[in-house]
């Protein structure tokens, strides 16, 4: 019989990552700009050691954008291979988080985030890599629906 710690250190490693999805009143979108990458996405980050994804998501949104928000349910979940500098695989989680109005009483984290911003998947489009834009619109449609969304893997452009 092998070891208990023998097996699980022998085990594919995946990392989790959780975000929030809020809208203004009109529907758009809140995304963040990270001052490490090219490109926008949601308030949000990787899951710690002992962490929910959930717990993740409330504590990325307090720490990044100054928000205590209620995380509610699953919204979108997607597995997302190696890309850039990670060297192992992603599963992605997006929470809804509602709605919030203009974007008053953000206080961004200045040493991650360079800006914050509402827009519509339209918009989306230039500010994201495609398989962001597949979530995004995956989240709006999860939202109405009251489903939950599974994304295959993501593809790198």
Known sequence: MIPADAFYAGLFKVAAAAAG??????????LVKPGYRDHW???G????EGESPEAACGRELAEELGLTRPVGRLLVVQWVPPLDDRPVPLVHFLFDCGTFQDG????LQREELDDYGFFTAAQAVSLMP???????TAAQRA???????YLPAAVAE
């Open 21 to 30: 999805f809020i809208t203004d009143s009109s529907g758009r979108v809140l």
């Open 41 to 43: 996405g949601w308030p």
């Open 45 to 48: 980050g990787h899951v710690d």
């Open 104 to 107: 008053t009483g953000v206080v």
């Open 130 to 136: 495609a398989y962001l834009v597949a979530r995004l």
């Open 143 to 149: 939202r109405d629906t009251g489903e939950t969304v």
